[in-house]
């Protein structure tokens, strides 16, 4: 009796410990698939610069610079003049020798991989290089012979991305400088690449054409390219991008999402009024007088309601609230305590 105790409770164990392990197996099974599988496809990075160093002669260009890209991306690669970014666009591509260091495009090692990584990247590196005296179609023509698998569908396909029908018979050399750089756009987006990297492409770029690359480069994120776009002036590209790296003397002094960078913006108001000297009693520390008629406060939305509140019961006239939003160099500077782009 007590036998076929001990041994159904050895049975009842066997299961029960059989029961874990399946639901522990299948708990793993779930994580491996999260993180390999559906993080791999849905968050799929596209670019990965990892402690990339250069040296041109003793002079040391890049000091460990890292940042990532991943699909759909718009990275504003922002720096000053001579701070390193043509430098790591170029090694990026290939054009100038990594000291040390590793970069991957689409999970390969650019070193040993070279032919098949760069194969999906499309770039515009200094002006595009075109026949002026050539329509730009025939240019395009020109560049397609360039690839194995590029045929007229692909051209008539990068006209239309880039917005450049009704113009693309017509000569080079009657086309303004933002569509020479369209048409630069499309000439390497011929191969169908899932990285697009453009080297200062907003240079000499009228309001206009800064506004239509705008418009372009959300349309090709929106279809899943990573994009790196470069600058020296980060207020031309927040309004193009989700995420920023920037970059200062060979080394990446920030990288932050767009979003975590304007959590920063505090609520400033300006207030137009009859007499600003007569305001400052109700000024905190933060509060600035700007001139005669104009204040300039920091204050949360309900708090501003009570604040103006407060004013006109003092008699003071409020003629205009108006809400300022810090630039992102603003919110920038902010969030590294201080810290200036140079
Ligand atoms: N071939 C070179 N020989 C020596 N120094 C160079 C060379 N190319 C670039 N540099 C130096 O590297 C630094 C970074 O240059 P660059 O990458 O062109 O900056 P950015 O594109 O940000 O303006 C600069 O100080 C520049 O003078
Ligand atoms: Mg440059």
Excluded at 36 to 62: E, N, P, T
Excluded at 106 to 111: G, K
Excluded at 300 to 320: G, P, R, T
């Amino acid at each position: 009796m007590s036998k076929l105790k001990v041994d159904s409770l050895s049975v009842f164990n066997i299961i029960e410990f059989y029961h874990k392990f399946c639901r522990t197996l299948l708990l793993a099974f779930f994580i491996y698939f999260y993180y390999y599988v559906i993080r791999k496809a849905v968050i799929m990075s596209v670019l990965k610069v990892d402690k990339l160093c250069k040296k041109i002669g003793k002079k040391q260009i890049l000091k460990n610079v890292s940042f990532e890209i991943n699909k759909g991306d718009i990275l504003a690669f922002i720096g000053p003049n001579g701070a390193g970014k043509t430098t790591t666009i170029k090694c990026i591509l290939g054009l100038q020798k990594i000291t040390k260091g590793h970069i991957y495009i689409n999970d390969l090692d650019i070193e040993k991989n070279f032919c098949d990584a760069i194969s999906k990247v499309g770039s515009l590196v200094e002006s595009p290089d075109v026949y002026t005296y050539l329509s730009g179609f025939e240019n395009l023509k020109i560049e397609a012979r360039m690839y194995k698998n590029v045929c007229l569908d692909d051209i008539y396909r990068v006209v239309e991305l880039v917005g450049l029908e009704n113009r693309i018979y017509d000569k080079v050399s009657k086309y303004s400088l933002g569509m020479r750089q369209r048409l630069g756009i499309a000439s390497s987006l011929l191969n169908n690449p899932n990285l697009l990297i453009l080297d200062e492409p907003t240079n000499g770029l009228d309001p206009e054409g800064i506004k239509d690359l705008r418009v372009l480069l959300k349309r090709l994120a929106k279809s899943g390219v990573a994009i790196l776009i470069s600058s020296h002036n980060l207020s031309e590209l927040e309004s193009f991008c989700n995420r920023v790296a920037i970059i200062s003397r060979g080394e990446i002094i920030d990288e932050s999402t767009i979003k975590e960078i304007k959590e920063m913006d505090e609520n400033k108001y300006i207030l137009k009024v009859n007499d600003a000297y007569l305001c400052k009693q109700f000024l905190n520390s933060n509060d600035l007088i700007l001139n005669k008629t104009h204040i300039e406060v920091i204050k949360d939305e309900n708090d501003i309601a009570l604040f103006i509140k407060e004013l006109v019961l003092n008699n003071i006239s409020v003629y205009e609230v108006v809400k300022e939003n810090m630039t992102l160099e603003e919110a920038f500077i902010k969030k590294s305590g201080g810290k200036k782009i140079a």
